[in-house]
């Protein structure tokens, strides 16, 4: 059910000046979220979130601050509000979602119309998606299992990498050869760094520091 509330952010953008600062105000609606996830269910094992709790987050590129939190399940983001949880709804005006607490930031592509981390900044962008998948068991095996009829549980799925470059997204491969084979320019000196550094494609401190050499 459609909530008709005003949901106000102030966004940097030069169309009405405030003080110093020029700000764009984003006004719509939210989408009401139930709260019966955050309640204790015999009959579902683990969560739809990132992280269940609700984290102090800047929103685009304002200073403003509000509880937030991501549900990875349905690639969406809630917000508290007077005690009340709405989903924020996928636009360009709010770009970013930038964590108190951690370090890597939440944003959005509008090529995908999805949220993923952003670990590396720059002209080459390595973004991660956190999947995770819900699964239906008819009957518990286990037999110190309390739950003994069928149940569903949110399983946590390994996530995808991906480098975007402008309006370009693209996975990253499974192996080197399929990585350096993208960049049939930057062929040799891509293979040489990979060598010497001992990259590890599927390790992500590794994209890390591939990507970061990238962006030099």
Do not use: C, W
Not at 192 to 210: P, W
């Amino acid at each position: 059910m459609q909530k008709s509330i005003l949901f106000i952010l102030l966004i940097f953008s030069g169309i009405a000046v405030y003080g110093q600062h020029s700000y764009k105000i984003y006004t719509g609606p939210l989408l009401s979220v139930s709260r019966d996830s955050d309640k204790p269910q015999h009959n579902i094992v683990g969560t739809p979130y990132f992280n269940v709790n609700f984290m102090s987050a800047i929103i685009g590129n304002t200073n403003e601050k509000a509880p937030i939190r991501y549900d990875a399940h349905l690639d969406r983001i809630e917000i508290l509000f007077d005690d009340k949880v709405y989903e924020i709804p996928r636009n360009e005006d709010i770009p970013v979602f930038k964590f108190e607490m951690i370090n890597t930031p939440l944003v959005y592509v509008k090529e995908t119309n999805g949220y993923y981390f952003r670990l590396v900044d720059g002209k080459n962008q390595l973004l991660k998606k956190e999947k995770i998948k819900l699964k239906e068991i008819k009957s518990s095996i286990e037999p110190n299992s309390l739950i003994k009829e069928g149940y569903i549980k949110f399983e946590k799925q390994n996530p995808l990498y991906f480098i975007k470059a402008g309006e370009k997204l693209l996975q990253v491969p499974k192996n080197a050869k399929d990585f350096v084979n993208i960049y049939p320019d930057r062929r040799e000196e891509l293979e040489r760094f990979i060598k010497e550094n001992n990259i590890k494609i599927k390790q992500e401190e590794s994209l890390i520091k591939l990507v970061q050499f990238m962006n030099r």
